[in-house]
Nanobody, 114 residues
């Protein structure tokens, strides 16, 4: 399984970004895709996950600002990030978990300036 993430960048506080992650390869029928983030000197934390059935789990601190969605036909997960704050600055990693394994994409840097 390969994960290709895109969409990071530099944005001012209050701005928006949309991250995309396309999965390819031998993907299990039942899976969970999501986004994690890691700020400098911090551990990697879950931001949002979504099953291919559409059940989402979102970090409390981003609820109401971030929305995760999935396009099963494209094996692509999206993270719409609105009202970004400087504390959202981190490297964001795409993840896919299925019965065969736990896979990570390359990180994409999101920088929010104050």
């Amino acid at each position: 399984v390969q994960l290709q993430a895109s969409g990071g960048g530099l944005v001012q506080a209050g701005g928006s970004l949309r991250l995309s992650c396309a999965a390819s390869g031998n993907i299990g029928t039942l899976n969970v895709m999501g986004w994690y983030r890691q700020a400098p000197g911090e551990q990697r934390d879950m931001v949002a996950t979504i099953t291919n059935g559409g059940t989402a789990n979102v970090l409390d601190s981003v609820k109401g600002r971030f929305t995760i969605s999935i396009d099963n036909a494209k094996n692509t997960v999206y993270l719409q990030m609105n009202s970004l704050k400087p504390e959202d600055t981190a490297v964001y990693y795409c993840n896919l978990r299925d019965v065969m394994g736990n896979y990570w994409g390359q990180g994409t840097l999101v920088t929010v300036s104050s």
